[in-house]
């Protein structure tokens, strides 16, 4: 994990064995400790992934920034990225809807 006074992110964890549960362990149940402990208000588990909904992660929006270094890219790049944005935004409202909150009244 990574962590300032706010902001608990998400880690890296690499298999060569598969074993039940673990990862869920540490790294989600271990970092919601650790929040709490330290009074973290923020965790980022992470992108991706829709186990994370239903362990209650809701999903946030995230940026990258990247250098393309052949200018004869750009436009497909730049094309892609739009049009990435809006099924991005659908995806977003489709998995708020399997969040395990009750709706607000």
């Not at 608990?8 to 673990?22: A, I, K, N, P, S």
């Not at 991706?48 to 909904?53: A, N, R, S």
């Not at 944005?85 to 995806?91: D, F, G, L, P, R």
Request: aromatic share 18%; charged share 20%; with cysteine.
């Amino acid at each position: 994990f990574f962590f300032d006074q706010d902001n608990l992110y998400g880690r890296y964890l690499g298999f060569l064995q598969e074993v039940d549960m673990f990862h869920f362990g540490l790294c989600f149940y271990q970092g919601i400790e650790l929040a709490i402990a330290k009074g973290i208000s923020r965790f980022n588990p992470g992108t991706q992934g829709e186990h994370k909904l239903y362990r209650g992660f809701e999903p946030v929006r995230t940026y990258s920034s990247h250098y393309v270094a052949r200018s004869d890219f750009s436009a497909a790049i730049t094309a892609f990225c739009i049009e990435e944005q809006q099924h991005i935004a659908e995806y977003t409202e489709q998995c708020k809807k399997l969040l395990p909150y009750k709706a607000k009244t």
